[in-house]
Each structure stands twice: as structure tokens, then as C-alpha cells.
């Protein structure tokens, strides 16, 4: 296969959500020689169409976490060589959690997985975080963006609860703060004070790229 039939299968394995098609290109590309940041390249482009799939109701989340499986399979793939990349790149952390009261993880989990491949350094504080937790993770890591997430109604005023506390340390003004989750709105974020709201993995990782850029 040529590189180009190999980028083209790669592309369309993700799409169709084939793990060992695509597992299996990322390592025929490496062997031809494509760049790896070439090959994160595509992948990103497939998982942009994946989202605006969903976005169209033609993908559900089964499909939304499939894909993030498949992203975290491929990136670990790609790893050895995207490193002296990475490492020369401005690194940006992110300290992100669910919020205290809540024990779902899926849409943490997936958020993460989509926003690594922009390369950011990632702190996972996990789930039923409580808000000083966040305090002392900012405080401790120095991470440009806070990510909080809630799926219950009775937990989103935790997400509030976090900024005031970063307030009171000083600390609200040295990050982005991004929330989401089932029931939270744009609204609502605007409301508590967030900088922004994403409404899934793949808004959230359009906002903070964005970001990054700027």
C-alpha cells in the first residue's frame, strides 16, 4: 500500500470504527515512515467527523466512547515517536474531575481522551472531588484549564462551589474554567462564573484548542 492508501484506510477505519483496522494502520504508517504527528493528524480529522455525526444523530454515544477507546489505543501507538515532538511543544496542563457528590465518569473519561490528543498534560483527580481537592491540584500542578463535570442536577452547584473556593485562594484568575455534563447549560456556566461550557468532548476540545492557540 502506498502512504496515501494508507492515510485513506486509516481515515475511514476510524470512521467506521474498526479498533484493529485502525490499530493496524497507525503501525503500517510508522513502518513507511509518515510523520506521527501526520498520522495524529488524520486521526483528529476522523474523530471532528465522528463528532459532527453525532451532532447529526447518526452516532450515539456507544459510538462517542468507541471512539475515544480507539483514540486512547492508537495515541499509545503513537507515543514513542510523537514524544520529541510533545516535548518540544509550550506544555499545557489541565486539571479536570467530576465534581464532589457525583461518581459518573463516562463523560469525564471521554473528554479526556479526545483533549489528549491536542497533547495536553492531563491530571485526572477522578470522581466525588470535592472542591478543595481542585484548590490544592491548581495550587500543586499550575494547570492553565480547570475541566469539571456533573450528571446530576443535585451536584451542579458544585461546580460553583470550586470557583468561589479558587476565589478565595487567588487562584480563580490563573486558569480557563471549562464545565459540562448532562444537565449543565451555557447558561448555567455563565451563570457560576465558568469561562466556558462544553456540551461534549468535541466542543470541549474545539473551546480549549482554541485556547491554546491564543
Known amino acids: ?32 515512515g509518515i510523520d506521527a504527528e501526520r498520522i495524529l493528524n488524520i486521526l483528529t480529522r476522523a474523530l471532528e467527523e465522528i463528532g459532527r455525526r453525532y451532532e447529526r444523530g447518526e452516532y450515539f454515544l456507544a459510538e462517542l466512547i468507541a471512539s475515544g477507546e480507539i483514540m486512547k489505543k492508537a495515541t499509545e501507538i503513537l507515543r514513542p515517536s510523537l514524544a520529541k515532538e510533545i516535548s518540544s511543544m509550550k506544555k499545557v496542563r489541565m486539571v479536570i474531575g467530576t465534581v464532589e457528590g457525583d461518581i459518573h465518569d463516562i ?44 450528571l446530576l442536577t443535585t451536584t451542579m452547584n458544585q461546580m460553583k462551589n470550586v470557583i468561589e473556593a479558587l476565589k478565595k485562594a487567588g487562584l480563580r484568575d490563573k486558569v480557563k474554567v471549562i464545565v ?18 462544553g456540551e461534549d468532548a468535541f466542543a470541549a476540545r474545539k473551546i480549549i484548542s482554541e485556547w491554546m492557540a491564543a
Open 1 to 32: 500500500m502506498t502512504e496515501k492508501d494508507i492515510e485513506k484506510e486509516l481515515f475511514e477505519s476510524f470512521i467506521e470504527l474498526s479498533e484493529e483496522r485502525v490499530l493496524k494502520c497507525c503501525k503500517e504508517a510508522l513502518e513507511k
Open 107 to 150: 463523560g469525564k473519561n471521554l473528554v479526556i481522551t479526545i483533549v489528549s490528543s491536542l497533547g495536553i498534560d492531563i491530571i485526572d483527580l477522578g470522581v466525588d472531588v470535592p472542591a478543595e481537592k481542585f484548590v490544592e491540584a491548581v495550587d500543586k500542578f499550575k494547570p492553565k484549564i480547570v475541566g469539571m463535570s456533573a
Open 180 to 197: 459540562g455534563g448532562r444537565p449543565v447549560t451555557e447558561e448555567f456556566a455563565k451563570e457560576i462564573g465558568a469561562d466556558a461550557y
